[in-house]
């Protein structure tokens, strides 16, 4: 498809292309936002600079792509609850949110299509955001597991950063105001392979974040696979890395991506707004 509404330029090879020459403030026509639904699809993360958006845009921009989440742990904004606010102060010298490889709330039965996150203050330097292309990950497995994983599904759970005994954000001050609970303990199972429902592209879907095991298996019969599969999906040449500037803007499709937070900033603040758009049942 020949692009009308932006210029764009890949960032890697793996995935993420940035896209210029477009205000996501303006109203958009039905074309735009379908072309860049399409630079989503093909390049898995896209990237916008210089954006200037009122929270209220924010919104109407995650709209065009479908319903938007209220996260269950973590408080949105007071006027506008279906926007995280991803904070760290810098006086914060804990875990930082989402600092691990993850697929955004893996754990829900309808995990998110995709998360679009806003640069509201940045670090001097540090606080970058990488990227892995879970297509990739799993074309790069030999015919043996991928014959083994097509099969399999996999236990999500919330409990490890949000139950009752999580110790994920107990340590150090901490802004951001996350809440624990016994709902976090509850389990949903999903293909350990999905298929992508807009590309029809196999990808492969467990995470450290939120997996805990494999159906009908123990936690330890499933960790050494596991721990192999987190190593091997996260290899670097199936990566991007994003360096964050004062009102750049990542969307991302959680149905094929993983990402992580790089947590290098003591001392500098980082606000970020995310929204995030609901998605379907894994298959
Ligand atoms: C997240 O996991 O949504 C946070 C990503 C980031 O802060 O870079």
């Known amino acids: 498809m020949g692009c009308r509404a932006f210029d764009l330029s890949r960032i890697a090879g793996a995935l993420g292309a940035e896209l210029h020459g477009i205000d996501l403030a303006a109203s958009l026509d039905d074309g735009a936002i379908a072309e860049i639904r399409q630079a989503l699809l093909d390049h898995l993360v896209i990237f916008f600079h210089d954006q200037h958006l009122t929270p209220e845009q924010h919104l109407a921009f995650g709209r065009r792509f479908g319903d938007l989440q209220i996260h269950d742990y973590v408080e949105g904004m007071p006027e506008h609850r279906q926007i995280l606010e991803v904070r760290k102060e810098e006086d914060e010298t804990g ?4 600092g691990g490889w993850h697929s955004d709330v893996s754990y829900l039965e309808e995990p998110a299509l995709g998360s ?3 640069a509201r203050e940045v670090p ?11 297509y990739l990950a799993y074309d790069a497995l030999s015919d043996g597991m ?3 994983l097509d099969g399999m599904t996999a236990i999500h759970s919330a409990r490890r950063a949000y139950g009752l005994q999580s110790n994920y954000f107990r340590e150090g001050k901490r802004s951001m105001k996350i809440r624990r609970s016994s709902n976090a303990e509850r389990e949903v199972e999903h293909p350990v392979v999905r298929t992508h429902p807009e590309t029809g592209r196999k990808a492969l879907y467990v995470n450290r974040g939120f997996t805990i095991r494999f159906s009908d298996m123990t936690e330890q019969e499933s960790a050494p696979l596991l721990e192999y ?3 091997h999906a996260t290899r670097p040449e199936f990566t991007c890395r994003f360096q964050w500037h004062r009102n750049a803007i990542a969307f991302w499709d959680n ?3 993983q990402h992580y937070a790089i947590n290098d900033y003591h001392g500098q603040r980082r606000v970020m707004h995310r929204v995030t758009v609901n998605g379907d049942r894994p298959y």
Request: glycine share 12%.
């Open 95 to 98: 875990a930082n949110f989402g």
């Open 116 to 118: 679009i996150l806003y």
């Open 124 to 134: 001097a330097i540090g606080g970058d955001t990488m990227f892995a292309n879970m």
């Open 146 to 148: 991928k014959k083994l």
């Open 229 to 231: 599969l987190y190593r």
């Open 255 to 257: 149905r094929c991506v």
